[in-house]
């Protein structure tokens, strides 16, 4: 009987996508193997802003990845097919087991005859030429070859084996690696997801109150008035009760003296006007205003001016938070930089931005030189430092960046927030939690970071490296000359905020 082959073998070998043994195999980068027709076809059936993904555990990318031929798979799919197709031609007559027969030892011959030396045509190429990287015959080793690094075919083979048993080990290894990496990514967006949530129930739970505070003292305020404005009227209404009783009195005397005058007897009216009597003396009159008054005009400018100084808070406490936003990164970075040349790699270009420098402060070659001046030579802006003579850069920093800064004289180079102040004594770089100093004097480095300064040890160059890696949050200047040494690199540099390179002139 004939043997047909194990078919679940076989089913290891088939493409997902065909459901046929893979033709002209390739990886994709999650190590899956798919047909190399079969897979362009699925992505150029990709629209533009679709991902390049894999059919079998979802992997996916924007950016189309090359694809690589796996000759290994090649090799062993085709080695399948030839095992299986030998018995696939016999059956159980007599005579196609001859046939059978017959084929196999062909095969046999044809792998023996791959195995001679097409130079000479009765030697098997038994030898390895590990300088020509090609398999010889005892013949070639003494003719062609002569003087070349040679060994036995199987010691060649073994040696190659442990290579791929290595390789393999390797990419297995990496692979692992990788699986745990992607276990740590789902971590960590599981941390995102849940601090994301918190912060939205905190913040809002702070605007609650916020509103609440509000709500509360428009209510006071409210009650203020009303109690102002009742007892304003209780005096009106009180007041006017008093004139409304006069008035009464004044008629009732208008009415006896009308009565009088008009008697005839002489005695009568002389006897009734001595009763009369004096009138009582009158209220003075009400003098009132042109213009009506404007009542509660303090308490509507107190009002006024509180809700002046709480939207000038809220705007300057949201420019702050504004200037925070930044994506976030939760990839890990990458290796740091071991030589000045890995460093020159992530080389940033800086300028100095016009206008925050200070009065005093020249500007040139494209603003990427400073230099002090003696008088001020700039006009007045908003964003321009107004204590000291510095001036902030004008490109923002993320991911991992470098950049030098040659110096002669006295200078200070910092790195800090964007959103640092411009005015007043604690706006000098390294003064302030906001920025991170090295003061460079001709004998001496001095660092300074929220008041605090310390002198640094390090040779003296006339050139300044400073490695910011901003997802890691941390901070290098070197002194840089023929060779690069760590001058200072400070703790707590906060990754969440947008770096700025700075220059100061002294």
């Not at 008035?225 to 004044?250: D, G, N, V, W």
Request: net charge neutral; with cysteine.
């Amino acid at each position: 009987m004939a043997h047909q082959g194990n078919p679940e073998h076989r089913e290891k070998f088939c493409c997902m996508i065909c459901l046929d043994l893979l033709r002209d195999p390739v990886t994709l980068p999650c190590g899956h193997n798919y047909c190399k027709n079969c897979t362009e076809r699925c992505w150029n059936e990709k629209g533009p802003s679709e991902t390049y993904s894999c059919p079998a555990c979802r992997w996916s990318v924007r950016s189309r990845p090359n694809l690589a031929r796996n000759t290994m798979l090649a090799e062993a799919i085709e080695l399948l097919e030839k095992s299986q197709a030998a018995p696939e031609l016999g059956s159980s007559s007599g005579c196609e087991d001859l046939d059978v027969k017959g084929r196999t030892e062909w095969n046999t011959s044809e792998k023996i005859d791959k195995s001679i030396c097409s130079n000479h045509k009765d030697e098997q190429m038994k030898l390895f030429c590990r300088t020509h990287q090609t398999c010889i015959c005892g013949l070639c080793s003494v003719e062609e070859h002569k003087g070349d690094e040679i060994v036995s075919a199987e010691s060649e083979r073994t040696e190659k084996q442990r290579e791929i048993h290595s390789n393999l080990q390797e990419i297995q290894q990496k692979i692992k690696d990788r699986e745990e990496d992607i276990k740590k990514l789902q971590q960590e967006m599981g941390a995102i997801d849940g601090s994301a949530e918190e912060a939205v129930r905190r913040s809002g739970e702070i605007f609650t109150e916020l509103i609440d505070l509000l709500e509360k003292r428009r209510s006071d305020v409210q009650h203020q008035i009303r109690k102002q404005q009742e007892a304003a009227e209780s005096q009106i209404k009180e007041y006017k009760k008093i004139l409304e009783m006069e008035i009464f009195e004044l008629r009732g005397r208008e009415e006896e003296l009308q009565q009088l005058s008009l008697t005839d007897d002489l005695v009568h009216f002389l006897h009734s006007f001595s009763l009369l009597g004096k009138p009582n003396k009158a209220t003075d009159s009400l003098k009132f205003k042109e213009a009506p008054p404007c009542y509660f005009k303090d308490l509507t400018a107190a009002v006024a001016e509180a809700g002046g100084k709480l939207k000038r808070f809220v705007h300057e406490e949201t420019t702050k938070m504004s200037a925070m936003e930044t994506e976030l990164n939760v990839v890990m970075s990458p290796a740091e930089p071991k030589s000045r040349a890995d460093f020159l790699q992530r080389s940033q270009p800086v300028s100095l931005n016009p206008n925050t420098a200070h009065r005093k402060l020249l500007l040139s070659l494209g603003n990427k030189r400073v230099t002090r001046a003696n008088k001020f030579i700039s006009p007045l802006h908003p964003d321009r430092f107004t204590e000291w003579t510095q001036a902030l850069s004008t490109e923002s920093f993320t991911g991992c960046c470098y950049w030098e800064v040659k110096w002669t004289g006295r200078v200070t180079v910092a790195v800090a927030y964007s959103r640092m102040s411009r005015t007043g004594r604690q706006s000098e770089f390294g003064s302030n939690t906001a920025s991170w100093a090295l003061e460079c004097y001709r004998d001496r480095f001095v660092f300074g970071h929220d008041g605090v300064k310390t002198c640094v040890s390090g040779p003296q160059s006339s050139t300044v490296g400073v490695y910011l890696d901003h997802s890691a949050g941390s901070l290098s200047f070197f002194s840089v000359s023929h060779s690069m040494e760590l001058l200072q690199s400070p703790d707590h540099v906060h990754s969440a905020f947008t770096c700025r390179a700075l220059g100061r002139c002294l």
